[in-house]
């Protein structure tokens, strides 16, 4: 076995898999604790290599080891990907093609499937271990694994080229606005005033394209949601962390085989209403739950927020709108408008720049809706000034507007230093 190559190891982890499970006491398994299961199939596979009568070097025999449990317990090639922190997306295109992002940059790594089926039994793992379904009567679904990473997978005949698995993480320790200010992400001026918008109960939308931060910036603003609020979240798979006491989680359920018992995300926030919400959360606002996220915020759930994909502020408010119409709104344009303008009260997007650098590239007000439109102004953003060395230049400045909802947070004892709201640049983080 000295210097086999790939496939042979391959070959050969796949002939350890099948003779373990071939001589696995499953009934004694069922009672066992993880632990214990994991010491004894360890145990059993290296006493399998060594009745193979091949000589494996000890490097290359650990290696075996862990792959065949990785198998059996885990994700298979994708687990020692989980033990790098700095892996946030985990694509798989096919079973020799897995990409990876780490800081905002997609590379391909060096893990790989053995074929289309071993990366299937993966996903069917994933998928069952999340109490969903994937099969060729429902061949795409949404999951979230235990440590909260999102999970997305689409199989044949919907993927022509075999299946799909995207993997989308989040850090062991939620971000704050303190660590996100140091990271660049945002200037500390924005950060002062996401959490007074918070704090005072604005209706937020987080917007930007996939793999911004929306939901990251979400979960950092909520460590200003006051103490003793009872907030409600809806999600199709929960990843929301909120920083609270008094957080009630909601996830949205597929159809069963039968296609019946699906729960859609309207259902979920009518229900919510219900429930004495002081605020209503949505991990992503995308269809008709639109209308009655836009009820909830009118009617005595301030401080709601939700997520929303678009490719600017403006297009936030402009894809909102639309998701009304579409959604069987039946009112004038005008008062749509007056309606959105009354529920909303200031969007913050996020964008990628060029490096792969997350950035808040506008904090925008909403205000109230005219002749031409909805009046939105914006108060902080990110301007780009040019790149050099593959960095992309640019910094945060304030806009000059001082925006109407300041007197509204006054009101209530919250004040913003007023230097946040004067033109020119902004003092930032230390991006990293």
Request: glycine share 10%; with cysteine; aromatic share 4%.
């Given at each position: 076995?000295?210097?086999?190559?790939?496939?042979?190891?391959?070959?050969?982890?796949?002939?350890?898999?099948?003779?373990?499970?071939?001589?696995?006491?499953?009934?004694?398994?069922?009672?066992?604790?993880?632990?214990?299961?994991?010491?004894?199939?360890?145990?059993?596979?290296?006493?399998?290599?060594?009745?193979?009568?091949?000589?494996?070097?000890?490097?290359?025999?650990?290696?075996?080891?862990?792959?065949?449990?990785?198998?059996?317990?885990?994700?298979?090639?994708?687990?020692?990907l989980?033990?790098?922190?700095?892996?946030?997306?985990?694509?798989?295109?096919?079973?020799d093609?897995?990409?990876?992002?780490?800081?905002?940059?997609?590379?391909?790594?060096d893990?790989?499937?053995?074929?289309?089926?071993?990366?299937?039994?993966?996903?069917?793992?994933?998928?069952?271990?999340?109490g969903?379904?994937?099969?060729?009567?429902?061949?795409?679904?949404?999951?979230?694994?235990?440590?909260?990473?999102?999970?997305?997978?689409?199989?044949?005949?919907?993927?022509?080229d075999?299946?799909?698995?995207?993997?989308?993480?989040?850090?062991?320790?939620?971000?704050?606005?303190d660590?996100?200010?140091?990271?660049?992400?945002?200037?500390?001026?924005?950060?002062?005033?996401?959490?007074?918008?918070?704090?005072?109960?604005?209706?937020?939308?987080?917007?930007g394209?996939?793999?911004?931060?929306?939901?990251?910036?979400?979960?950092?603003?909520?460590?200003?949601?006051?103490?003793?609020?009872?907030?409600?979240?809806?999600?199709?798979?929960?990843e929301?962390?909120?920083?609270?006491?008094?957080?009630?989680?909601?996830?949205?359920?597929?159809?069963?085989?039968?296609?019946?018992?699906?729960?859609?995300?309207?259902?979920?926030?009518?229900?919510?209403?219900?429930?004495?919400?002081?605020?209503?959360?949505?991990?992503?606002?995308?269809?008709?739950e639109?209308?009655?996220?836009?009820?909830?915020?009118?009617?005595?759930?301030?401080?709601?927020?939700?997520?929303?994909?678009?490719?600017?502020?403006?297009?936030?408010?402009?894809?909102?709108?639309?998701?009304?119409?579409?959604?069987?709104?039946?009112?004038?344009?005008?008062?749509?408008?007056?309606?959105?303008?009354?529920?909303?009260?200031?969007?913050?997007?996020?964008?990628?720049?060029?490096?792969?650098?997350?950035?808040?590239?506008?904090v925008l007000?909403?205000?109230?809706?005219?002749?031409?439109?909805?009046?939105?102004?914006?108060?902080?953003?990110?301007?780009?000034?040019?790149?050099?060395?593959?960095?992309?230049?640019?910094?945060f400045?304030?806009?000059?507007?001082?925006?109407?909802?300041?007197?509204?947070?006054?009101?209530?004892?919250?004040?913003?230093?007023?230097?946040?709201?004067?033109?020119?640049?902004?003092?930032?983080?230390?991006?990293?």
């Amino acid at each position: 076995m000295t210097g086999g190559t790939d496939q042979s190891l391959d070959q050969i982890r796949r002939e350890l898999h099948e003779r373990l499970l071939a001589t696995l006491d499953f009934a004694a398994a069922s009672v066992m604790k993880r632990e214990q299961l994991v010491a004894q199939c360890d145990a059993r596979v290296r006493e399998l290599i060594d009745q193979s009568g091949k000589t494996v070097p000890a490097e290359m025999r650990a290696q075996l080891v862990r792959g065949v449990l990785d198998d059996v317990f885990g994700l298979g090639p994708l687990e020692p990907l989980f033990a790098d922190g700095e892996i946030t997306d985990i694509l798989v295109v096919s079973p020799d093609r897995v990409f990876v992002e780490r800081r905002g940059q997609l590379r391909q790594s060096d893990a790989r499937f053995r074929d289309n089926a071993h990366l299937l039994h993966i996903i069917h793992r994933i998928v069952r271990n999340a109490g969903r379904r994937i099969d060729e009567r429902s061949p795409m679904v949404d999951a979230r694994l235990a440590d909260g990473s999102r999970v997305n997978a689409i199989i044949p005949p919907l993927a022509v080229d075999g299946p799909q698995l995207s993997i989308r993480r989040f850090p062991e320790r939620a971000l704050d606005l303190d660590r996100l200010v140091g990271f660049g992400t945002l200037a500390p001026a924005t950060a002062e005033l996401l959490r007074a918008a918070v704090a005072g109960r604005l209706n937020i939308i987080f917007s930007g394209g996939a793999g911004v931060g929306k939901t990251t910036l979400l979960n950092a603003a909520s460590a200003s949601l006051g103490p003793h609020e009872r907030v409600i979240t809806i999600e199709d798979a929960a990843e929301l962390r909120l920083e609270g006491s008094h957080i009630v989680r909601l996830e949205t359920r597929s159809a069963n085989v039968e296609g019946i018992g699906a729960v859609e995300p309207r259902d979920l926030l009518r229900n919510a209403l219900r429930m004495r919400p002081d605020r209503i959360i949505v991990g992503e606002c995308r269809g008709a739950e639109a209308f009655d996220m836009m009820q909830a915020m009118n009617t005595g759930h301030e401080g709601s927020m939700t997520t929303l994909h678009s490719n600017s502020a403006r297009d936030a408010i402009y894809r909102l709108e639309s998701m009304l119409a579409m959604g069987g709104v039946d009112m004038p344009i005008r008062v749509l408008r007056d309606y959105v303008a009354s529920a909303i009260d200031m969007v913050v997007h996020l964008m990628r720049l060029p490096d792969g650098r997350r950035v808040i590239g506008e904090v925008l007000e909403v205000g109230e809706a005219g002749d031409e439109g909805l009046r939105m102004q914006p108060i902080h953003r990110y301007r780009v000034t040019g790149g050099h060395e593959g960095r992309t230049d640019g910094f945060f400045e304030s806009t000059g507007v001082r925006p109407a909802f300041l007197e509204y947070l006054e009101s209530r004892g919250i004040r913003i230093d007023p230097r946040a709201f004067v033109a020119g640049k902004l003092d930032e983080g230390a991006a990293s």
